[in-house]
């Protein structure tokens, strides 16, 4: 027995293993139900093929998307604020930030803060350095700084060289999710395809006037 290349669209099972299965549907019964070998369902795989565009189209990324400093320039803007500072707990404070940064923000930031939440406490840990940067205290502008925990650190990207000379340090396109996303959907279709594609083609119908 063995696995057989020359029409794998067809059957990757040789013909002793395919006899093998289909002598074992003919004796078995799955709850009273016997096995008909019949092919997978056209709707089922046109179902399997939207649930991956619908993820891709909707998600854009997945995963991957690592925050950086500029998503919370509109917290920090509005720690110091009276409405703020008249909140008595941290949690009531960052409830009313994030709404409030969520309404002025714009394009894609909505969802970066609303994936990446962040606590009165970090907020208080990640202000000084923020506001640095945005008085030109660094090289780089926020873009280029990841928040990781209750700091800031320069993102490990190099990208394309700028006009000042520095290289780009932002996340690039491809590594927030895409490439992952790719190679798993990759990797699930073509496993569905040497699973399915073991069994005896569905032309080939057991007997099941034998099953017992």
Same mark, same amino acid.
């Given at each position: 027995m063995g696995w057989k290349f020359d029409q794998?669209?067809?059957?990757?099972?040789?013909?002793?293993?395919?006899?093998?299965?289909?002598?074992?549907?003919?004796?078995?019964?799955?709850g009273g139900l016997s096995e008909g070998n019949n092919k997978l369902p056209?709707?089922?795989?046109?179902?399997?093929?939207?649930?991956?565009?619908?993820?891709? =189209?909707?998600?854009?990324?997945?995963?991957?998307?690592?925050?950086?400093?500029?998503?919370?320039?509109?917290?920090v803007a509005l720690m110091d604020s009276p409405e703020v500072q008249r909140l008595?707990?941290?949690?009531? #404070?960052?409830?009313?930030?994030?709404?409030?940064?969520m309404a002025k923000a714009t394009g894609r930031t909505p969802g970066d803060i609303e994936r990446h939440p962040m606590?009165?406490?970090?907020?208080l840990n990640v202000s000084a350095s923020i506001k640095e940067v945005q008085a030109g205290g660094g090289q780089y502008d926020l873009a280029s700084y990841n928040v990781i925990g209750n700091r800031i650190q320069l993102a490990n990207f190099e990208g394309y060289v700028q006009a000042n000379g520095l290289r780009e340090r932002k996340q690039p396109w491809f590594d927030k999710g895409y490439a992952i996303d790719i190679f798993y959907?990759?990797?699930?279709?073509?496993? =569905?395809?040497?699973?399915? #594609?073991?069994?005896?083609?569905?032309?080939?119908?057991?007997?099941?006037? #034998?099953?017992?």
């Open positions: 794998p669209l067809y059957c990757l099972s040789d013909e002793q293993e395919q006899k093998e299965m289909l002598e074992l549907m003919e004796k078995t019964k799955f056209m709707p089922l795989v046109a179902l399997c093929g939207l649930i991956i565009l619908t993820a891709f =189209m909707i998600t854009q990324p997945i995963w991957g998307q690592r925050p950086n400093a500029e998503i919370y320039t509109d917290f008595a707990t941290g949690e009531e #404070k960052m409830k009313f930030i994030t709404q409030q940064a606590s009165w406490n970090d907020l959907v990759s990797y699930f279709c073509l496993t =569905m395809v040497l699973v399915i #594609k073991q069994l005896p083609h569905f032309t080939r119908k057991p007997d099941m006037s #034998k099953a017992s």
